[in-house]
């Protein structure tokens, strides 16, 4: 294992995950500085707690044996197995903790095989906090939706159901939200040469700055748009918006597509 300081389980006995009502983590990537940025931001969110860290697949395996984290965030681009090779071996030993995917990986096979081992979220870098912290805490309540459910009926079922499978039908706006700005911004993202930041979509659109910012994120939040960042010399990246070649519409509400 890497990463790590001091004994292998900072919050709890080893092989007991993590202390009280926490969700254990163990982070799993082979760059020790990316490491220690998502270890810190896992921490900022509770009730979640890291319980370790592992650089390598062989790690990984050998961490969950011993931690019995409840989530993994499981990197693919390790250096001695391709990450969703660990998935299947965690099962074979018994392991039944959850993976929810962080990398690079952008190729279709990369996603689809991650569904089919079960993830319960995929997350692409490079990434800031709060796309982080939606995501966790969206598992914390369906983790808790599965453990405090008491199955009498279908309804019971159903209700497990609805929060681990994704909606098919695009959500409505959000408040405040207007479907003539929302196509607005969406054209001219999609017919964007490249990438467009918030300013650049504010100066194209005409409408405000902020405003262009709260559409390109709701954008990304339902995937019509993938984000970047782009470092500068001082100061903090700034974020740049890609339109992901989704179906004209698919961010707006059902009413408002032809």
Do not use: N, W
Not at 148 to 158: F, L
Not at 184 to 189: A, F, G, H, N, S
């Amino acid at each position: 294992m890497t990463g790590t300081s001091g004994p292998p389980d900072a919050t709890g006995t080893a092989g007991a995950g993590a202390a009280g009502g926490a969700i254990g983590v163990l982070v799993v990537d082979d760059d020790f500085m990316v490491a220690r940025v998502h270890r810190a931001f896992v921490e900022r969110v509770e009730p979640f707690r890291v319980v370790g860290v592992a650089g390598t697949g062989e790690e990984a395996l050998a961490a969950v044996a011993e931690l019995r984290p409840d989530l993994v965030l499981l990197d693919l681009y390790l250096p001695d197995v391709f990450g969703l090779d660990v998935i299947p071996r965690l099962r074979a030993a018994g392991h039944d903790c959850d993976v929810m995917v962080i990398s690079a990986a952008r190729e279709a096979d990369a996603v689809r095989g991650a569904v089919r081992h079960g993830v319960v979220d995929y997350l692409l870098k490079p990434f800031e906090f709060e796309d982080l912290r939606v995501r966790l805490e969206r598992y914390a309540v369906q983790r808790g939706r599965l453990l405090g459910t008491v199955v009498r009926s279908q309804a019971d079922v159903d209700r497990v159901l609805a929060g681990a499978v994704p909606a098919v039908a695009a959500p409505a706006l959000p408040k405040g939200m207007s479907v003539e700005t929302a196509e607005l911004v969406e054209r001219t993202l999609r017919e964007a040469d490249g990438t467009l930041s918030a300013s650049e979509c504010a100066a194209l659109t005409g409408v405000s700055r902020v405003s262009a910012r709260r559409y390109l994120e709701h954008f990304h939040t339902v995937g019509t748009a993938e984000v970047s960042l782009r470092y500068g010399v001082a100061g903090r990246p700034e974020r740049r918006y890609r339109f992901r070649g989704a179906v004209t519409g698919l961010a707006l509400p059902p009413a408002a597509r032809p």
